[in-house]
């Protein structure tokens, strides 16, 4: 679109089978034990990055509740 940029960035996703569960997080990790390093000395857990969790904070219990899961 115009006035738009984009920007190339290496990031990674936490998923559930084949589906992405949270929004994608910066990493230079190319490696299980990378990964595992990065998780480790992070200050905010991947799960913060959940799209249901920005819409409430109950969006979860809501849709257990709703026999979602």
Avoid: L
């Amino acid at each position: 679109q115009a006035g738009e940029t984009s920007k190339k960035r290496t990031v990674r996703f936490r998923t559930i089978g084949d589906m992405t569960c949270t929004g994608g997080v910066e990493s230079v990790a190319t490696s299980v034990d990378d990964i595992i390093a990065e998780v480790a000395a992070a200050r905010e857990t991947e799960r913060g990055t959940r799209s249901d969790d920005k819409r409430s904070e109950s969006a979860m219990e809501d849709r257990k509740k709703e026999g979602y899961f």
